[in-house]
């Protein structure tokens, strides 16, 4: 079973005025044996999506982790990150329900996917000024 540690989302403005939706965290998979496994052979079928406070879901669709790990305590340490865009309005801090479907150790046809459920801070990060979106000028 997977979980995440330290985990928050951090919005930025793009140079299209869009916004890039940034997640960095820790994988944390519990496994006894003294040694992990190489997770990116047994990680599949991935999704992510979060779900700000006014209802708008945006779906992580790029992600990442290290095949390194931090390897202590019965539990394997993978760094993860994850991104997406969105277009909103403006950006600021706040909070949003990140849900994160995956399958580990399974093929299809074996059963629903396992699901990670929680909620996250989010971060509005970069310049102050272009934190809400551009006005369009009166012709």
Known sequence: MLRFADTSVRLYRKRDWSVSVRL????????????GFRLGAYLNQLEATLTLSDGQIIKLEE???????????????????ASGTASLESIQDGAARLQVEYRLFSSPGQ?????????VPI?????????????????
Do not use: N
């Open 111 to 119: 059963g629903d996917p396992d699901r990670i459920d929680l909620v």
């Open 24 to 35: 960095r965290s820790y994988l944390m998979i519990h496994c006894k044996g003294g040694q």
């Open 63 to 81: 992600y990442g982790f290290t095949d390194e790990c931090v390897f202590e305590m019965d539990h394997m340490i993978h760094e993860f990150w």
């Open 123 to 139: 971060l509005a990060r970069g310049v102050y000024a272009q934190r809400w979106a551009r006005r369009k000028r009166a012709a």
